[in-house]
């Protein structure tokens, strides 16, 4: 056989277009003692053609049942605690919110107890409402802080959250 046809069947062989009767002239072809390898094929070309099959186990088909039984399950608990820690984080900032809200109270009325003397004798009605207006305000913009101290706290656990999601996906998918 020609180095030239030798040549055409090893670039079939590499696309995958031969059939047995070729690879079988390729093998002969190889093992003759007269076969001139020319600078284009490969050895590896001996090696793939002429490699014994690998025995499959017959138990192959259970093994790979449980390994992918084993990452569906490890898949939903890795769902399961996200939403746990979804839940956590709802409760945890309702939490903050009240604590925040009841603070605020304490704090004004703290504050108001040596003036409230003060509002007892307005005998105008006017100043008893500018002075109430100005509460209001003064609580509005407390609470206006500290619900904005919330979010900014929420970001951040929120970020953190992603990054540590992102770590034990890149984990699960190293494994």
Same mark, same amino acid.
């Given at each position: 056989?020609?180095?030239? !046809? =030798?040549?055409?069947? =090893?670039?079939?062989?590499?696309?995958? @277009?031969? *059939?047995?009767?070729?690879? %079988?002239?390729? /093998?002969?072809?190889?093992?003759? @003692? &007269?076969?001139? /390898?020319?600078? %284009?094929?490969?050895?590896? #070309?001996?090696?793939?053609?002429?490699?014994?099959?690998?025995?499959?186990?017959? !138990?192959? @088909?259970?093994?790979?049942?449980?390994?992918?039984?084993?990452? @569906?399950?490890?898949?939903k608990n890795k769902t %399961? +605690?996200?939403? $746990?820690?979804?839940?956590? %984080?709802?409760?945890?900032?309702?939490?903050a919110t009240i604590l925040?809200?009841?603070?605020?109270?304490?704090?004004?009325?703290? +504050?108001?107890?040596?003036?409230?003397?003060?509002? &007892?004798?307005?005998?105008?009605?006017?100043?008893?409402?500018?002075? /109430?207006?100005?509460?209001?305000?003064?609580?509005?913009?407390?609470?206006?802080?500290?619900?904005?101290?919330?979010?900014?706290? *929420? &970001?951040? /656990? *929120? &970020? $953190?959250?992603? =990054?540590?999601?992102?770590?034990?996906n890149e984990n699960s #998918?190293?494994?």
């Open positions: 056989m020609k180095t030239e !046809d =030798i040549d055409i069947l =090893i670039a079939r062989f590499y696309r995958g @277009e031969t *059939d047995e009767d070729e690879e %079988k002239l390729l /093998v002969q072809y190889f093992n003759s @003692e &007269n076969s001139n /390898v020319s600078c %284009k094929t490969d050895s590896t #070309v001996l090696l793939s053609l002429t490699a014994e099959e690998a025995e499959v186990s017959s !138990d192959l @088909e259970n093994k790979m049942s449980l390994l992918i039984d084993s990452w @569906e399950e490890s898949d %399961k +605690h996200i939403a $746990t820690i979804e839940f956590r %984080k709802r409760i945890l900032s309702i939490a925040l809200v009841v603070s605020i109270g304490f704090w004004y009325q703290y +504050h108001s107890s040596g003036s409230s003397a003060r509002v &007892n004798y307005f005998e105008d009605p006017q100043e008893s409402q500018e002075l /109430v207006v100005e509460a209001l305000r003064l609580f509005s913009n407390n609470f206006s802080k500290g619900t904005q101290t919330i979010e900014k706290a *929420d &970001n951040r /656990v *929120d &970020n $953190t959250f992603r =990054i540590l999601e992102k770590v034990l #998918v190293q494994e």
